[in-house]
């Protein structure tokens, strides 16, 4: 067995072009701090009267509501390196040698909105298509080795293949008379970084889902529905016939492991129609909407996620010594 790692920053992988609903942004696991019930969940969405629609043709540089309740990517890289300094300096004092597995460098936008609706670089697109530079790739690791049963335990606090390694389920057991602690040397580590859990600390459960719902209500708000009938229509003026620009994203069709002529057309012309109808403007000021009314009735549990996250932070930059 090797030891569980809550997906990090590095975690959510955008895996461009195949499936859209990923253009969102990050679905990262939940923090310690999404105990909190959210309103967002099994609520009928009221759709915002949006008045004020800007003039776009990307969002790489503009912010959604709900940013400062999110872990950056830099954030969340952070609390890694320091969950991994805190897990090897527990082995150490077990007497195990042990170093934490290096994260695999994976693909990330260089903003959360950079392709959160898409293409919109027409060039690049002529390029690349409908997936980014350097995300088509899936990055391969060797496997790493298993470990020996004694280290594992220490490690994860235990060796049952029914309980999740690092939780705190995994409780109890001994070391050559030495309490393990709950959910080993990764759970001590993320309960001093204030990201214990059944799900280890990523962002919270409340934050997250405000920030994939307000993508996904977006596509259902008039303003937007009107503005992809005006896309489909150009996009059908240049030979392609997709309802939205979600719909052109995913075809399966540009599933290969580069960019075809016939995609890089296709993905030139979703930039294009994006630009002249303004798609990105009216699909971005919706989106925002949907967030400040999602965040309207959770303030007070915002509030204490932004708490948590300066703490976290502040805990990992204290053990990496910054």
């Known amino acids: 067995m090797t030891p569980f790692r809550a997906a990090d920053h590095s975690k959510a992988v955008l895996v461009l072009g195949t499936a859209a609903v990923l253009l969102a942004g990050a679905c990262s696991p939940?923090?310690?701090?999404?105990?909190?019930?959210?309103?967002?969940?099994?609520?009928?969405?009221?759709?915002?009267?949006?008045?004020?629609?800007?003039?776009?043709?990307?969002?790489?540089?503009?912010?959604?509501?709900?940013?400062?309740?999110?872990?950056?990517?830099?954030?969340?890289d952070q609390l890694a390196a320091a969950e991994a300094e805190l897990t090897e300096r527990c082995m150490t004092r077990f007497g195990f040698r042990y170093k934490s597995p290096v994260p695999t460098a994976v693909f990330r936008p260089r903003t959360?909105?950079?392709?959160?609706?898409?293409?919109?670089?027409?060039?690049?697109?002529?390029?690349?298509?409908?997936?980014?530079?350097?995300?088509?790739t899936v990055p391969t690791t060797a496997k790493p080795p298993s470990l020996?049963?004694?280290?594992?335990?220490?490690?994860?606090?235990?060796?049952?293949?029914?309980?999740?390694?690092?939780?705190?389920a995994a409780s109890g057991r001994l070391y050559h008379g030495r309490k393990i602690p709950a959910g080993g040397c990764v759970g001590e580590a993320r309960t001093r970084l204030l990201s214990a859990g059944p799900e280890a600390g990523g962002d919270a459960e409340l934050s997250n889902d405000i920030n994939v719902d307000s993508f996904e209500s977006s596509r259902e708000h008039p303003l937007v529905r009107a503005v992809f009938a005006k896309w489909s229509q150009c996009m059908r003026a240049r030979g392609f016939s997709y309802s939205d620009p979600l719909a052109?994203?995913?075809?399966?069709?540009?599933?290969?492991?580069?960019a075809s002529a016939k995609e890089r057309a296709a993905a030139v012309a979703d930039a294009e129609c994006k630009k002249r109808n303004n798609v990105v403007g009216v699909w971005y000021a919706v989106d925002a909407a949907l967030q400040r009314q999602a965040m309207a009735k959770n303030r007070a549990a915002l509030v204490e996620i932004r708490k948590a996250i300066a703490a976290r932070v502040e805990r990992a930059a204290a053990v990496l010594g910054e």
């Open 30 to 76: 939940s923090s310690p701090s999404s105990s909190r019930p959210s309103d967002t969940k099994n609520a009928t969405v009221v759709m915002p009267v949006v008045s004020a629609v800007p003039r776009l043709v990307t969002a790489a540089d503009r912010s959604l509501p709900i940013s400062p309740y999110l872990l950056s990517g830099k954030q969340s």
């Open 112 to 136: 959360p909105t950079q392709f959160r609706y898409g293409v919109t670089d027409a060039a690049q697109a002529a390029v690349n298509g409908f997936a980014p530079a350097g995300s088509r």
């Open 148 to 168: 020996p049963a004694t280290t594992t335990l220490v490690l994860t606090g235990t060796n049952d293949p029914h309980v999740k390694p690092g939780s705190t």
């Open 248 to 258: 052109a994203t995913s075809d399966s069709a540009w599933r290969t492991k580069t």
